[in-house]
T-cell receptor
Framework: GEDVEQSLFLSVREGDSSVINCTYT??????LYWYKQEPGAGLQLLTY?????DMKQDQRLTVLLNKKDKHLSLRIADTQTGDSAIYFC????????????FGAGTILRVKS | NAGVMQNPRHLVRRRGQEARLRCSPM?????VYWYRQLPEEGLKFMVY????????ESGMPKERFSAEFPKEGPSILRIQQVVRGDSAAYFC????????????FGPGTRLTVL
């Protein structure tokens, strides 16, 4: 089974906050990432967090990491229609040549 | 500084043909990863290469798929005798020398097998 799991769909109203959640099973990862994918496009790195941090804030984005529960979240403040996309959580698997292990993605739909 | 380049962006092949996907990493990057995204799924690791070496191919199907990253030129992912199930988006990522360096992704090649 997958070791990075995400909820499949989230719908919010424009201006509200969005919270996208991710859980993982392997605690050896040093970095955890959030990528954004718009329809037909590649992956855009949004932000990442080092495993010894609890929180990282970058403008409208806040990443929270609960290492004990192996839970990662991405909060987008003041969500805009341009934020509609698929959001992927990924962990850095150093023990396997530094590949990234991705979740299946959360579709964020922002209603105006 | 150009990002990761992939070509072609879209590729259509008939069953049984060969598909060649190219990836030029970011300038100064010598580590390349290939990932496959099946429709409505996340990305799955396929292979990790450094110049002239395959480091980890644990995600590659055992048959029909091969990858290389020659001393000169782009990395190539080659799929022989394509089948409909190979239809997917194939993404390449590159990183710098440090093992913890961020991977930057290309725009992907969308392969459609008729």
């Amino acid at each position: 089974g997958e070791d990075v799991e995400q909820s499949l769909f989230l719908s919010v109203r424009e201006g509200d906050s969005s919270v996208i959640n991710c859980t993982y099973t392997d605690s050896s990862s040093t970095y955890l990432y959030w990528y954004k994918q718009e329809p037909g496009a590649g992956l855009q790195l949004l932000t990442y967090i080092f495993s010894n941090m609890d929180m990282k804030q970058d403008q409208r984005l806040t990443v929270l990491l609960n290492k004990k529960d192996k839970h990662l979240s991405l909060r987008i403040a003041d969500t805009q229609t341009g934020d509609s996309a698929i959001y992927f959580c990924a962990r850095h698997a150093m023990e396997y040549g530094n590949k990234l292990v991705f979740g299946a993605g959360t579709i964020l739909r922002v209603k105006s | 500084n150009a990002g990761v380049m992939q070509n072609p962006r879209h590729l259509v092949r008939r069953r049984g043909q060969e598909a060649r996907l190219r990836c030029s990493p970011m300038k100064g990057h010598s580590h390349v990863y290939w990932y496959r995204q099946l429709p409505e799924e996340g990305l799955k690791f396929m292979v990790y290469l450094q110049k002239e070496n395959i480091i980890d191919e644990s995600g590659m199907p055992k048959e029909r798929f091969s990858a290389e990253f020659p001393k000169e030129g782009p990395s190539i992912l080659r799929i022989q005798q394509v089948v409909r199930g190979d239809s997917a988006a194939y993404f390449c990522a590159s990183r710098g020398q440090a093992t913890t360096d961020t991977q930057y992704f290309g725009p992907g090649t969308r392969l459609t097998v008729l």
